[in-house]
């Protein structure tokens, strides 16, 4: 079970739902927790009735706590002012929805929330980084209705797509103007809620009250009547040709554009406008109705559009008559679709009342496979492949939403407290009482974080490192995060002891089989390197052995190369650095064989391996290290005189130096400290001059023009006073 934060743009409670209360429902009936956001605005408001009520509604509900709505989902209602993000009105804006995610966490006690939005500006109200993950799902274009800001929207937009972990989209052209944007991007269509929209098809369903008096075919049309998507000119001309049908509207009049206009309908005595109905009598309408019309325009909303309602007309068994927009292009088997033209429409209507259009099984059976249970099921698939779903079960003190609930709670102030007067015992010579008094307390509180974390340093510091493990182990079981290993993995300064003293305590902690593989795989790399430092021959054979097995568990998962996960819990990140550990151990062990089959492999590894497939701060942060290791490749193509794999390695390396200048990576790659894109520029180069013919054995480069891209494996830039080190391992290779 996960907790989702949807933020939506739609209220809750709005007659007409849409994609986002039906998702918000579907992860509750998959066994998730939901809050539900109202909508923030994407637009400033407009002084008409709709706005007003809106504000209003607003206003009341804005200093609620968290309601329920239904099991498993709660709802929220930021006091806001709509479509505000700049300014002090934004700075407001983002302290009202933050107050207000604050006191949900208070009240539903969230861990690790993923962020699941449909709003475009979401990062001008939110830090993402707060969220296990977020999830963009675009489901219209909302830019191209009336009176947005199109230029902000943009920008924000695709902003939010590079910085998401995951982007879904619903419909084709949706999908190939965002989905380069996100190396998460998937497309999955629009749905419906085929078993409320399947009540229609049961038989006893009477006929609503205000159902009109009418002895021909009705039509029915469910949705909002907005001028910026239907063709209302077109309807008009074809409700005045067939005065012997009856026409009827279900759905708010110019909610979103004021310039629609219906006046002329009324003229007509076959049109009935009823406004909006309650979501549950829906069927009812569509159980009477002869035929179900989708009359869009062709313009650049609905050509980015995927209309919901298409497949709740198909789940109540009615016949379809829709305009020919792209994104139900794969539909025309189970609908009429024609130009939004008034005569091709009045031709496909007389079809379907003739029955001549998709069989009801045809239709019933598609709309069984376009629910939004088993889309969003679909969807958490995806997320779990790409490794965005939190672990499950989720570990007792997981990581709370607001990290000053963890900062501020009773057990951690308490323990900070009895630590502060730890050390002043700690400074009195007396490390062995305070020991006992820290162990005692944690005999009484055996799973607080802060005192667990404290004497694991405190063993670690004496080299009692197989309780030091245990201690962490602990640690990990209770929190999920373990951020005592993490400094000792990623921050030398955090090691206690020398370099030799540090590789026991790696040795330790790799042989952990309670940690994570991205925890214990790390371990395997520290300890090689120390091991390499140690010139530790028999530490550096185990290392190798120890991750050849980690590469094989990496390998072997088909989705490694396609992990979304940040940087160091990513799988491919560490795939990459266990195998530049391999090889640099093989290399300090002077292992020729071993060294020529490593870089065998590393090269089929490097070709499965797309920069753009997985999270880019990660693709952008691990350049250096499999350019290194490609190096290493090169090398022993080079020492092989295998002119044609050498080209194969030189090919892959400006491959992923193209990668790295992508636009996609701009951002990440002016935020680090590595100059990733000049180093695989510099190494690059050097490589190609060394290519050489195979038909020409005798050009060959000697030795010496290797020396400088291995100075690269080595060193972070060319240290040519340290040649000597580059050239003796050149000159250390044995034939093969």
Not at 6 to 31: I, M, R, Y
Not at 289 to 297: C, R, S
Request: hydrophobic share 45%; net charge positive; charged share 20%.
């Amino acid at each position: 079970m996960a907790d989702f934060v949807v933020l939506s743009t739609a209220d809750w409670d709005h007659p007409l739902w849409t994609n986002k209360q039906h998702v918000a429902t579907a992860l509750a009936d998959l066994g998730h927790r939901v809050l539900y956001v109202d909508s923030l605005g994407v637009r400033g408001p407009r002084v008409d009735r709709s706005d007003s009520g809106r504000i209003f509604r607003r206003l009341r509900r804005g200093l609620r706590c968290p309601r329920q709505v239904r099991p498993g989902v709660w709802v929220v209602s930021p006091l806001v002012l709509p479509g505000q993000v700049r300014g002090l009105a934004g700075l407001l804006n983002r302290w009202s929805l933050n107050f207000s995610l604050f006191v949900a966490d208070l009240v539903l006690d969230l861990r690790r929330p993923l962020l699941w939005t449909f709003n475009p500006q979401t990062r001008a109200y939110l830090r993402l980084s707060r969220f296990q993950a977020v999830i963009y799902l675009c489901v219209d274009r909302i830019q191209a209705q009336p009176g947005m800001p199109v230029e902000v929207l943009e920008a924000a937009e695709r902003n939010l797509c590079a910085a998401a972990n995951a982007l879904f989209t619903t419909s084709p052209q949706l999908h190939a103007a965002l989905g380069p944007l996100n190396a998460g991007s998937h497309r999955f269509g629009n749905v419906a809620d085929a078993n409320h929209f399947g009540q229609a098809l049961a038989g006893d369903l009477s006929r609503p009250s205000d159902w009109p008096q009418s002895t021909g075919p009705v039509l029915i049309f469910i949705g909002a009547i907005d001028a910026y998507k239907l063709d209302l000119r077109m309807l008009e001309l074809l409700m005045e040709r067939t005065p012997q049908w009856t026409y009827l509207f279900i759905g708010p009049v110019g909610e979103t554009d004021p310039s629609t206009d219906v006046s002329g309908w009324r003229r007509l005595a076959n049109v009935h406008l009823l406004g909006t109905r309650d979501y549950s009598t829906l069927p009812a309408y569509l159980a009477h109705a002869d035929v179900a019309l989708l009359p869009l325009q062709l313009n650049d909303y609905t050509r980015h559009m995927y209309p919901m309602k298409f497949f709740e007309y198909l789940a109540a068994g009615c016949p379809v008559v829709a305009t020919a927009i792209p994104a139900l292009a794969d539909q025309a088997d189970v609908a009429m679709l024609c130009p939004p033209d008034a005569p091709a429409f009045e031709a496909a209507i007389h079809r379907a009342l003739a029955q001549q259009g998709p069989a009801l099984g045809q239709r019933l059976e598609r709309s069984r496979l376009n629910t939004y249970f088993t889309r969003t099921r679909a969807m958490l698939d995806c997320l779990d492949h790409h490794g965005l779903m939190p672990d499950e079960p989720l570990a007792p003190q997981a990581p709370s939403y607001h990290a000053v609930r963890s900062q501020w709670s009773r057990s951690r102030l308490s323990a900070q407290l009895l630590l502060a007067g730890l050390t002043l015992l700690d400074r009195c010579g007396q490390q062995a009482l305070s020991e006992r008094v820290l162990k005692g307390w944690l005999n009484k509180n055996p799973t607080n974080i802060t005192l667990l974390s404290d004497l694991a340093s405190r063993r670690l510091a004496v080299a009692d490192n197989v309780e030091g493990c245990r201690l962490i182990e602990r640690i990990w079981q209770q929190d999920g995060v373990a951020e005592i290993l993490h400094q000792l993995l990623f921050r030398r300064s955090a090691r206690p002891g020398s370099r030799i003293d540090q590789l026991a305590l790696f040795d330790v902690l790799a042989s952990s089989t309670a940690l994570p593989l991205h925890y214990s795989g790390y371990c395997r790399v520290v300890r090689t390197y120390r091991a390499i430092d140690a010139k530790d021959g028999e530490a550096l054979r185990r290392g190798v052995a120890g991750l050849e097995m980690i590469l094989a568990v990496l390998e072997g998962d088909p989705d490694t190369y396609r992990c979304l996960k940040p940087n160091r819990e990513n799988r491919a990140k560490l795939l990459i650095s266990a195998q530049l550990t391999r090889l640099r151990a093989l290399m300090a062990l002077k292992d020729t064989p071993a060294l020529e089959q490593a870089s065998c492999e590393l090269l089929a590894s490097a070709r499965r391996y797309d920069p753009f497939a997985i999270d880019l701060t990660t693709a952008t942060r691990m350049t250096r290290n499999i350019m290194r290791s490609l190096t290493i490749a090169a090398v022993m193509a080079w020492h092989a005189e295998d002119a044609d794999r050498f080209d194969a390695v030189v090919v892959e390396m400006e491959r992923l130096r193209q990668a790295c200048h992508a636009d996609r990576f701009d951002l990440i790659a002016n935020e680090t400290h590595e100059d990733h894109r000049g180093f695989a520029e510099a190494v690059v180069t050097m490589l190609q001059q060394c290519r050489w013919s195979p038909e020409q054995p005798q050009a060959r480069p000697d030795l010496e023009r290797l020396v400088d891209p291995v100075l690269l494996v080595y060193f972070p830039d060319l240290r040519r006073q340290r040649a000597e080190k580059a050239r003796r391992f050149l000159q250390s290779l044995k034939p093969l």
